[in-house]
């Protein structure tokens, strides 16, 4: 094995000057839009932060991997019982880490999301 002593390592700087420039030129407002104004649109849509929405996000996250509901990629449902246990576990743990501290609305929401998935888990997992 000889080493060839005349190799050179070629870098390549010319990417990153082209990379800025996408990227300021995604970052630049169109027509006579705030540049603020347009990053700010997307927050107004977005559903409240809070208990019940967290318990809604984990309760769909099972109910997909239970083959319920078709995976938003795919669009084909996909059965996966050990992920859609965890997400009910993680549910649970919720519930019991957050009592005392819930409305009774937050309250009854999670008992009902709990109830329909473990029910639903059962009838899948026969």
């Given amino acids: 094995m000889t080493q060839d002593p005349e ?7 010319d990417w ?5 420039r996408e990227r300021e030129a995604a970052l630049k407002p169109s027509g006579a839009e705030p540049a603020h104004a347009a990053r700010a649109a997307p927050a107004a849509e977005l559903p409240p932060a809070n208990l019940t929405y967290l318990a809604s996000s984990l309760a769909l996250q099972a ?4 083959g319920l509901v078709p995976d938003p990629v795919s669009g084909k449902p996909e059965k996966n019982l050990p992920q859609a246990k965890h997400f009910i576990d993680t549910l649970e743990v919720l ?3 957050t009592e005392g501290n ?3 609305e937050e309250s009854e929401d ?8 473990r029910m639903a888990y059962v ?3 026969k």
Avoid: G, N, W
């Fill in 95 to 97: 519930q019991q880490k």
């Fill in 63 to 66: 109910t997909m991997s239970l």
């Fill in 102 to 104: 819930r409305t009774p």
């Fill in 16 to 20: 990153k000057s082209q990379v800025q």
């Fill in 7 to 13: 190799k050179k390592i070629i870098v390549d700087e």
């Fill in 123 to 125: 009838q899948v997992a």
């Fill in 110 to 117: 999670l008992e009902v999301m709990l109830y329909q998935l």
